[in-house]
């Protein structure tokens, strides 16, 4: 069982940075890649970057590559989402997730959600 907890959202102006953080817990986390998708009001949830636990290998949608960074600190068992570039489109809710049998690029299928953590991004 993995549990993940996500913070770091909120409202800032276009233009701005945010970072998201996501603290993982369980006794297997180590072996997941973690990955962040979004979900604007009226849309699907969409993937948005990935990475893997061992030699970071990241991966990120056209729309958010300049603009956002993954990372991890596997002494911590976090994940974070640097956001710089803040754009009206951006906004939405933030999930993080893991995937047990990450195959690489945006084919992520989490077997873990977080809650989920709200970014607006005014005009």
């Known amino acids: 069982q993995v549990q993940l907890v996500e913070s770091g959202g909120g409202l800032v102006q276009a233009g701005g940075s945010l970072r998201l953080s996501c603290a993982a817990s369980g006794r297997t986390v180590s072996s997941y890649a973690m990955g962040w998708f979004r979900q604007a009001p009226g849309k699907e949830r969409e993937f948005v970057a990935a990475?893997?636990?061992?030699?970071?290998?990241?991966y990120y949608i056209d729309s958010v590559k300049g603009r956002f960074t993954i990372s991890r600190d596997n002494a911590k068992n976090t994940v974070y989402l640097q956001m710089n570039s803040l754009k009206p489109e951006d906004t939405a809710v933030y999930y993080c997730a893991a995937d047990r049998y990450y195959r690489g690029g945006y084919y992520f299928t989490a077997d873990y959600w977080g809650q989920g953590t709200q970014v607006t991004v005014s005009s």
């Open positions: 990475i893997r636990w061992s030699g970071g290998i990241t």
